[in-house]
């Protein structure tokens, strides 16, 4: 069962924390990463909103040459990666006609069965139990508070991945490490994401309940799954607040014994040290 | 020779308009066997209906078609008036050439052909009719109530008052329903329970009334006038005829800490319990579910303490059988499980309002219980989760109602009135504290309803917000309720935030839960929330398709207490009604076996829902066995002619809609 | 000298008869069966079988036949009777096969003249080959006359040596035929005949007294029980002419139709009180038998059955008419007729006691 | 083998157990048996059996004129087997009233095919050993292949391949009196107040027989082939008997014959049945 | 053939159960929801009643096409009738499709008391393609004959 990988562009600047910590806790727990060559922009937030087409093309041809490339599923730890080839195909499996225009303007064929698409938690849950084993530095006491945003489960309809109020999935994963997971109430709030740049207050409005919220039940920490919440929760802190935001991957990282220099830690603006002594 | 009138109707400009009536009826004056055709604006109208009775007695008409409105619509109309003229009224027959024509086609050449072919079907069926004449069936004269809520306790009492007898099944250890559990009462703040109980006792006492109660329907077979219905009365584990009520056992009880139905879990109760204090019968029963004794064989210190040796643990379900003629079904309600939604109904929850894991977000009745003299807190409005009184409480309308995205898309009608009720209760017993409702619509049409919301809001002050509420979150031991206030500027309306101690959903009414496999036993409708289907929405609202079986109370749609008590009476006076003569009419409409003809197969007897097929033996002179063939039984018959298609050797046939009478309406659209 | 007809200009002879517009009729192979049919063309002409399944008198006595049809007005019923039927040479019959057609001359000719009937036999000209071979089914000998009998033909081809056939020109209907496709026969002299002789295997004029005798006796109850009461034996006869007029049709009208009917059928002598006067499959093959060769004989001289063996290759379940006349020879052979007068009454009492299986 | 099948034979009849055995008879030749029927243990000697014994001999049992009274013995293939138990499931008489004497054929029709004794002695038993014998092995696999064929055509040509068939069909009803099933007193053919089936000879009424006579056997026909081999014009009516049957096997997962017990699939339903069919 | 199928009208012959389909297109009327009118209603008691014969002696009547329908599943007025008809159809149709009858001449469809669009909007589509069809001479063929 091979996984295409599928860092995105994110991967590769900003969260690339992120993929580094991916790429040694695949190593830890042995799952085989194959990243698909040549994959390219997935489009999000840009594309679909300028032009439809192109929306679709750009997710359409990563997943055409993962499928060329004989890899049954792919994994995009980006929630704006997954969100986006979730969505697209979804499209074109809905629609011969989307699927032949999709096919014309990438000049190749889609796979006929969707290929599966798994963000970063939807690929750690299969493999709970090997989590479990191979923890050797269980997080015992850490409490931490699991955000998802709104990219992982919306629109719930096509994403169909946990309940969009009330998820639970990244609480399981978290709680195999032996952390301990906070029940509050902005799990899928919005960050604010994609006006990170242009309404860089609302931004820090939005983060900042975010974050108050959860030091306020009790979280040492916040995990996230997605590089643009990272980006904002970890920058945008309000005065005298230092909650650090770790990437799911790098909380499993911790806790099977990865180092944390490995798992990138040392790159968030907000200390994770303390946290996690 | 048949000599069939032909009535062609406009209906005013319905038909006319788009059907040419006066072509049609020359038409069908040249169809063979029809000696009379006319049109005529209304033919539902006195004038109308005289036409018709004219031409039956000058023309001796064998046969009427009427072509107008729906049969399902005027179809009695037209059989009373030929009858009326000394036809039988199963000769005249209908042609749909509105419904099915006037007002579905626009070409008026292709409408009239249409219409002149239909009418054409019908002349050739009417052709083949045959005289029929109502069947006679005896009646039973006791009723059945299922359900002994405020609409079961009224239709059995108005039916016991009527002087006629009624068996009433609930299946809780005693009666009074939800309006047992209910505090004050809108619009006049009366006591639930201080109304209620009497009519509870006089149940109990009246003669004319049977009470089983812990007791369910287990299988109901027959027809109307004579139905055979089986109760289970489960194992009370006491016996009632011994047990003085005198409530030691429940004192004793060890154990104590199950949650009680009554309090809606708010408050605790002993294994061996009475639901509430003014239980009708105030007779204890064991929860075997809880009891130390079932669960673990030890305890028995209830058989211990019983002075008159009452509590049997050996003691089974038991079964009686009662002969019945007719049935009311007053199962009424439950609420909307906001705690874990209702996947199986396809209804996703409120995830937003944490899925009942916030313990002071509780629902209606929940209220109801805190505000109750005889709640768990004594009538005292405190929260659940540390008992503190809550200085701000937040009311929430339309959970799981209004809303196709999560819940039901129907209005659960009562939640406006009974809010505004507690947001006033709430005021009365928490002088400085703050009701806020979030609200789409205020509907409060009834007598001295929206009087009652406006005293709520000016004179209690009640915060009526017109919003929804996007999630409620903790923070602290605080409820943050996140909404909308629509009525703040903004296109979006303006985002509210309420530090909240308590909230309260109106969850939505919804039918009970069983509610379907109730509907099977009975072979009567229900619509896609499992509300109990009436057989007309405006002129029959009481009554099933399944004659002799009647609706009352929430069972049928969501309803407040008058209108389930009026609903209730409406019911009781049809079975009075329908017990007032010894023998019944019923349609016709039965199937009939040829016995010459059948080879016992019986494939019939298992198509058949409703047992009506018997095996009659035929027998030679000698008495030597010859053939077992098939018989219905046309009291049972409901006349759905499954037997006759199933015949192989088409040995069977449905008066009304015979064979003969199919194949030549076929013909007529040739 | 005698007139031949060459095997090689059968189809010829076929051929000439199609140009001159004549429906040509005669065995011809479909779906594994060969059947007297239309021949499309000549080629089409199948003579591999000593017999055809179905017999000819379908060509003179349809298994359908609309006498009228009829339209349902307001209050009157039109109807159209016009009948003219397609001019016909019907070939590939046996001796046994024409021989049928005289005695349902007979039949329809008898009080009422059936002019669909007669109609049909006058546009029709039969050519008859006479049999080179026969099977253990066959037994016109029995009856009395013999493969190469020119009865009810009115050309007889006969098989001889030199691959010709004599050719016979029976009546002047045949004549005329061959005077028409004159080119097709030559003058010559005959090789011998090929005919081949089934032999004799029952008395036939023991047959009729010892049926006339037992109407009541055991083979009646122990002979036929396998009959299953289909009507193949019947509809596959060139002598069976039972028929039911029926109305067939909707509320707008329809047809009246004359169609084969079977002795063999239950419904056939149903009545509408629900008694049945032949109430089990033995009383309906009793039944068959007297009137084949009892109350037909009687009446027409002849008896109802030219030996073909049809009905014997078709039973389902091989109830051979044949076997039953030999066994009835047997038993005659046995029992010579007692002096007129005595019948044997008692039997009757014995057998309707018995149980069910042997109430015929 | 045959021996034993006249033991049997002999047994009943002398114990009074039956009053009557049918089963195949000795005809001209070995193709040529026909169906006999004993009365008396010392006529036994007549009953043969070999692999062209193909008349379904059921058909007998529902035969008012031949049954008597009491029991009868009927020599059984798993055709026969299958045939009784629809009839019983179908209440056309008691289980008790047919004593199966099982036999069969390791090749029906073929040439010194082995045949042999079923062990089985009631119904039940005889269904389940016939059910085991018949596992795996399609016995009309012939039947079903021609119905692909024409299952690959298209409607108007099958129209066309039926319409022509019909054509020779002469309405002897052979097919019917030869099938084990067709029991009725009445069929539906004869019915004319109102007519269902035209009774002439003629391409409707044919069309509407043999449709209407297949769609009668659905969930009933066992298929034993003796409606075609009875046809005299050689239609082939299996074809339209096989297909049914198939239909109620992928539909309903029912084969006729197997069990007396169950409701016919005609008879009863699932809340479950496929209706992709059904807008 | 086209120019013939361009003008032709198709006859839809439909038996509809009196409680749901029928009811339904009652609804369509009251509705005012307008459809083609080459369909044609008989009225029975319960797509239990309907029977094999019913569609056969549609066809001889000239019907270009015929629809059953009634009560959704769990919804027939007698509790089971649609269950025991869903049969008879699953196995009928596949006959009349081997047969030779074409199965998009032979339709099928729940349609409830409360679904009167679905009826027009079903009405209107069988019609479209029942027109594309072409008018059913084979059958025809058979019936004249």
Redesign the interface.
């Known amino acids: 069962m091979a996984t295409g990988y599928f860092p995105g562009c994110s991967l590769e600047g900003t969260a690339a924390e992120f993929d580094m910590s991916i790429r040694c806790l695949a190593q830890a727990l042995d799952l085989e990463l194959r990243e698909i060559d040549d994959w390219n922009c997935c489009g999000a937030s840009a594309a679909h909103q300028t032009n439809h087409l192109l929306g679709l093309a750009l997710p359409a041809r990563t997943i055409a040459l993962a499928a060329a490339q004989g890899l049954e599923e792919i994994f995009a730890p980006c929630a704006a990666c997954s969100n986006r080839l979730i969505a697209a195909q979804a499209e074109w499996l809905g629609d011969a006609g989307v699927r032949a225009e999709v096919e014309r303007a990438i000049d190749m064929a889609l796979p006929a069965a969707p290929v599966p698409v798994r963000n970063c938690i939807d690929f750690l849950l299969p493999h709970i139990e090997k989590i479990k084993t191979a923890v050797t530095r269980p997080l015992a006491g850490k409490k931490v508070a699991c955000y998802y945003g709104c990219l992982l489960v919306r629109p719930p309809k096509v994403l169909a991945f946990d309940?969009?109020?009330?998820p639970t999935s990244m609480e399981t994963v978290a709680a195999a490490t032996g952390a301990e997971p906070v029940?509050?109430?902005?799990r899928t709030?919005c960050c604010g994401a994609a006006f990170a740049m242009s309404s860089t207050a609302s931004v820090e409005r939005l983060c900042e309940r975010i974050l108050v919220?959860a030091k306020?039940?009790g979280a040492h920490m916040v995990i996230v799954a997605c590089p643009l919440c990272h980006a904002n929760l970890d920058m945008r802190q309000p005065k005298g607040m230092a909650l650090p935001v770790l990437y799911l991957t790098q909380l499993v990282g911790l806790a099977v014994g990865v180092a944390p220099k490995a798992l990138g830690l040392k790159k968030h603006i907000t200390p994770v040290a303390a946290a996690i002594a | 020779m048949a000599r069939i009138g032909v009535f062609i109707c406009w209906c005013g400009e319905n038909i006319g308009r788009t059907v040419d009536c006066p072509k049609v009826a020359a038409e069908a004056g040249g169809f063979p066997g029809v000696v009379h055709a006319v049109d005529y604006k209304y033919m539902c109208s006195d004038p109308g209906q005289g036409m018709i009775k004219d031409a039956i007695k000058e023309k001796k008409l064998t046969g009427v078609v009427v072509a107008a409105c729906s049969p399902r619509m005027h179809e009695p109309t037209f059989r009373r008036a030929c009858a009326e003229a000394g036809l039988n009224p199963f000769l005249c027959e209908m042609a749909n050439i509105r419904e099915h024509c006037s007002w579905v086609h626009e070409e008026k050449g292709d409408a009239t052909a249409k219409a002149v072919q239909l009418v054409r079907v019908m002349v050739e069926k009417v052709k083949r009719n045959e005289a029929l004449f109502p069947i006679k069936v005896p009646v039973t004269k006791r009723a059945l109530v299922i359900g002994g809520g405020i609409a079961g306790i009224q239709a059995a009492l108005d039916i016991a008052n009527g002087g006629q007898k009624v068996v009433l099944v609930e299946k809780e250890p005693s009666i009074g329903g939800h309006m047992a559990q209910l505090s004050e009462t809108f619009p006049t703040l009366d006591c639930s329970q201080c109304i209620l109980t009497p009519r509870m006792v006089e149940v109990a006492a009246h003669p004319n009334i049977t009470l089983h109660t812990y007791a369910e329907v287990e299988s109901v077979s027959g027809f109307i006038g004579n139905f055979d219905v089986k109760i289970r009365l489960k194992a009370r584990s006491v016996d009632i005829k011994k047990c003085t009520g005198c409530g030691l056992c429940a004192q004793k009880c060890p154990q104590k800490k199950i949650p009680s139905e009554f309090d809606e879990g708010l408050g605790m109760r002993t294994a061996i319990y009475t639901p509430f204090a003014q239980a009708v019968p105030n007779k204890p029963v064991i929860d075997r579910a809880h009891c130390t004794k079932f669960l673990t064989g030890k305890c028995g210190v209830c058989q211990k303490v019983c002075p008159v040796g009452a509590v049997d643990y050996a003691q089974e379900d038991t079964f009686v059988e009662e002969k019945i003629g007719a049935i009311v079904v007053a199962t009424g309600y439950r609420l909307y499980d906001f705690r874990n939604g209702e996947k199986d109904y396809g209804i996703e929850g409120y995830g937003e309002y944490g899925y009942g894991q916030y313990k002071d977000v509780i629902d209606g009745l929940q209220f109801e219980r805190l505000a109750s003299a005889s709640g768990p807190t004594g009538g005292a409005i405190l929260r659940p989760s540390d008992g503190k009184a809550p200085e701000t409480v937040v009311f929430i309308k339309c959970v799981g109602s209004r809303d196709c995205a999560k819940g039901l898309s129907y209005c659960s009608k009562i939640c406006c009135m009974y809010i505004a009720k507690h947001a006033m209760l709430y005021k009365h017993k928490v002088h400085h504290g703050t009701a806020y409702v979030f609200y789409m619509d205020i509907r409060a049409g009834g007598k001295n309803y929206d009087e009652f919301v406006r005293r709520a809001i000016e004179e209690d002050g009640a915060v009526y917000i017109r919003g929804r509420v996007s999630r409620i979150y903790t923070r602290g031991d605080k409820l943050i309720v996140a909404g909308a206030d629509t009525l703040l500027g903004g296109a979006a309306g303006g985002r509210v935030e309420i530090e909240a101690d308590m909230v309260v959903l109106a969850t939505a009414m919804r039918p009970q839960y069983g509610i379907e496999a109730l509907a099977q036993k009975l072979s009567i409708g229900y619509d896609e929330y499992g509300f109990l289907t009436e057989a007309h929405p405006k002129l029959r609202p009481v009554e099933t398709n399944t004659a002799g079986i009647f609706l009352a109370g929430a069972c049928q749609g969501v309803k407040d207490i008058p209108e389930a008590v009026g609903q209730a009476s409406g019911a009781a006076a049809k079975v009075l009604g329908l017990f007032s003569s010894d023998q019944l009419e019923r349609e016709p409409i039965v199937a009939r076996v040829n016995q010459s003809q059948c080879v016992g197969c019986f494939y019939c007897e298992q198509v058949c829902p409703y047992h009506a097929i018997e095996r009659e033996e035929k027998r030679d002179k000698a008495g030597n066995l010859i053939a077992r063939v098939a018989k219905v039984n046309a009291g049972l018959c409901q006349g759905c002619g499954a037997c006759v298609a199933t015949c192989r050797s088409n040995s069977i046939d449905l008066d009304g809609f015979s064979e003969e009478q199919v194949f030549s309406e076929i013909g007529g659209l040739r | 000298m005698a007139m031949l007809l060459a095997r090689k200009n059968l189809h010829a002879l076929l051929r000439g008869a199609m140009e001159k517009k004549y429906r040509v009729v005669g065995p011809t192979r479909t779906a594994g069966i060969v059947l007297f049919a239309e021949l499309s063309d000549p080629g089409a002409l199948c003579l591999d079988e000593l017999n055809t399944q179905n017999s000819i008198k379908e060509f003179f006595f349809p298994k359908s036949e609309t006498l009228l049809t009829y339209t349902l007005g307001k209050k009157d019923v039109a109807i159209a009777d016009d009948f003219a039927p397609p001019r016909t040479v019907l070939i590939g019959g046996r001796a046994c096969d024409a021989r049928s057609l005289v005695a349902l001359d007979r039949l329809f000719g008898w009080d009422y003249k059936d002019k669909f009937y007669f109609k049909r036999r006058e546009a029709t000209c039969v050519i008859t080959l006479a049999c080179d071979r026969f099977d253990e089914a066959c037994f016109c000998t029995s009856l009395g006359f013999g493969p190469r009998a020119t009865e009810g033909s009115d050309i007889l081809l006969v098989p001889a040596e030199g691959d010709a056939y004599i050719v016979e020109a029976v009546t002047d209907k045949g004549r005329a035929l061959i005077a028409e496709l004159e080119d097709v026969f030559t003058e010559g002299t005959p090789g011998a005949e090929k005919v081949a002789y089934p032999e004799k295997k029952f008395d036939l004029a023991a047959v009729k007294p010892w049926l006339e005798r037992n109407f009541d006796h055991p083979i009646w109850k122990e002979e036929f029980l396998s009959c299953l009461g289909c009507g193949t034996c019947t509809y596959q006869c060139p002598m069976c002419h039972c028929f039911d007029i029926v109305d067939e049709g909707d509320i707008h009208g329809g047809a009246r139709c004359k169609n084969w009917d079977s002795c063999q059928f239950a419904l056939f002598t149903l009545h509408t009180s629900g008694h049945n006067p032949r109430p089990a499959q033995a009383s309906r093959w009793r039944q068959r038998l007297r009137h084949k060769f009892v109350y037909y004989a009687d009446k027409f001289g002849t008896e109802a059955c030219v030996g073909c063996g049809r009905c014997i290759r078709n039973c389902p379940v091989r109830l051979s008419i044949l076997d039953k006349l030999v066994l009835i020879g047997r038993e005659a052979a046995a029992a010579p007729a007692p002096p007129a007068g005595a019948q044997p009454r008692g039997v009757t009492k014995r057998w309707r006691a018995t149980t069910s299986i042997f109430r015929i | 083998m045959i021996e034993q099948l006249r033991q049997r034979a002999r047994e009943l009849l002398g114990e009074g157990k039956v009053a009557l055995v049918i089963g195949h008879g000795r005809g001209s030749s070995p193709q040529a048996t026909f169906p006999v029927f004993i009365t008396k243990a010392d006529a036994v000697d007549r009953l043969v059996f070999n692999p062209f014994c193909r008349n379904n001999l059921a058909v007998y049992l529902t035969r008012k004129d031949i049954m008597p009274k009491g029991a009868v013995g009927l020599v059984a293939r798993p055709e026969e087997v299958r045939s009784v138990a629809v009839l019983v499931q179908e209440q056309q008489f008691d289980a008790d009233r047919v004593v199966l004497i099982g036999v069969a054929c390791a090749e029906p029709g073929k040439e010194g095919a082995a045949c042999e004794m079923l062990k089985g002695r009631t119904l039940k038993e005889l269904e389940a050993e016939v059910a085991e014998r018949l596992k795996g092995r399609d016995p009309a696999q012939d039947v079903a292949a021609r119905v692909k064929e024409l299952e690959a055509m298209t409607p108007e040509q099958r129209l066309a391949f039926w319409e022509k068939e019909f054509s020779r069909c002469i309405r002897c009803y052979a097919c019917r009196q030869a099938c084990p099933m067709c029991y009725c007193e009445r069929c539906i053919v004869e019915k004319n107040q109102p007519q269902w089936i035209p009774s002439s000879a003629r391409p409707l009424g044919n069309y509407f027989w043999n449709v209407i006579r297949a769609f009668h056997l659905a969930g009933r026909c066992i298929g034993c082939g003796a409606c075609a081999r009875a046809c005299p014009m050689g239609i082939p009516l299996d074809l339209l008997n096989a297909k049914v049957a198939r239909e109620v096997k992928e539909s309903f997962a029912y084969e006729a014959g197997f069990d007396h017990e169950v409701p016919p699939p005609m008879a009863s339903f699932r809340t479950d049945d496929e209706q992709e069919f059904i807008k | 053939m086209e120019t013939t199928t361009a003008e032709f009208e198709p006859k839809i012959i439909a038996f509809l159960c009196n409680w749901c389909t029928y009811a339904g297109a009652d609804l369509a009327g009251t509705s005012r929801l307008k459809y083609p009118a080459n369909i044609r209603a008989i009225r029975l008691t319960c797509t239990g009643r309907i029977e094999p014969m019913f569609l056969l002696k549609a066809f001889q009547e000239g019907a270009d096409a015929v629809l059953v329908s009634g009560c959704h599943p769990g919804d027939c007025h007698y509790t089971s009738g649609n269950y025991h008809a869903r049969r008879r159809w699953t196995v009928f149709r596949k006959l009349l499709e081997f047969s030779g009858i074409d199965p998009r001449r032979v339709l099928f469809s729940w349609v409830s008391a409360a679904e009167g669009r679905k009826w027009s909007e079903l009405v209107a589509e069988i019609t479209a393609q029942v027109r594309a069809l072409g008018p059913f001479t084979s059958f025809e063929r058979i019936v004249k004959a």
Request: proline share 8%; no cysteine.
């Open positions: 309940d969009p109020e009330n029940a509050w109430g902005f709030e919220n306020a039940e």
